[in-house]
């Protein structure tokens, strides 16, 4: 069975601080999907990226950079100098590449970014 | 830029009703889910639907769920007789798969069983 978990239910830095949320998964399949979402106040969920698991290349997007480890099973998501519209609860999420496809996401983690 | 759309936003129903939650997926996306939460927990899959048919669903998808693809731009949950355990937000999410597998969601409605 798929699983994902994120150990940090809760984070708050000050504007400008890095931060990073660390997701670690599980998975018998050799071949899989890694995402990341974002939960805004407003409830809405915002895809970020997507990963392909033969693909261990880290990627960086403006202030947003991510850490596949496949040793580790890991997907950890950092930003850089943070800014309070990050604020957002962020989910860490796995698919089968075949099948339906269904996403499994963690808990989820809640970052506050204070002025 | 193309988003899914869901409607209503908030429905408020009480125990033993039928509701149907609506949503409107991308325009050229194949595969469509429907997801849950539940007040500050995390996101559940539901139901996959693909090619008219369900092609996964989850053990939260009892015989009180169905979905149903009435046209060509419709997907709709319809919960048959409602508990107070269905109140969440429930959101429908739809991918192009093999040209990106990322699924995008809609804003979510919010249903309420008193």
């Known amino acids: 069975a798929q699983k994902v978990t994120q150990a940090q239910t809760e984070i708050s830095v000050v504007e400008k601080e890095d931060v990073t949320l660390d997701c670690v998964y599980e998975?018998?399949?050799?071949?899989?999907?890694l995402f990341w979402y974002k939960q805004p106040p407003s409830g809405e969920l915002v895809f970020l990226i997507r990963?392909?698991?033969?693909?261990?290349q880290n990627e960086i997007s403006g202030r947003y950079s991510w850490n596949f480890q496949k040793s580790t099973s890991s997907f950890n998501f950092t930003i850089t100098a943070s800014q309070v519209v990050d604020s957002a609860v962020y989910f860490c999420?796995?698919?089968?590449?075949?099948?339906?496809?269904?996403?499994?996401f963690g808990q989820g983690t809640r970052l506050t970014i204070n002025p | 830029e193309p988003e899914v759309t869901q409607t209503p936003s908030h429905q408020v129903t009480q125990m033993g009703q039928e509701v149907i939650l609506r949503c409107v997926p991308i325009?050229?996306?194949?595969?469509f889910y429907w997801y849950r939460q539940i007040l500050g927990q995390k996101v559940e899959f539901l139901v996959s639907?693909?090619?008219?048919?369900?092609?996964?669903k989850s053990e939260i998808f009892d015989d009180q769920f169905s979905v149903e693809r009435p046209d060509g731009s419709n997907f709709t949950l319809k919960i048959r007789s409602t508990k107070l355990e269905d109140s969440a937000m429930y959101f429908c999410?739809?991918?192009?798969?093999?040209?990106?597998?990322?699924?995008?969601f809609g804003p979510g409605t919010r249903l309420t069983v008193t």
């Open positions: 998975t018998r399949d050799t071949t899989y999907y």
């Open positions: 990963r392909n698991s033969f693909d261990e």
């Open positions: 999410a739809s991918s192009k798969r093999g040209q990106g597998p990322e699924q995008y």
């Open positions: 999420a796995l698919s089968e590449a075949l099948g339906a496809q269904k996403l499994v």
């Open positions: 325009s050229n996306h194949l595969y």
């Open positions: 639907f693909y090619n008219n048919e369900i092609s996964e």
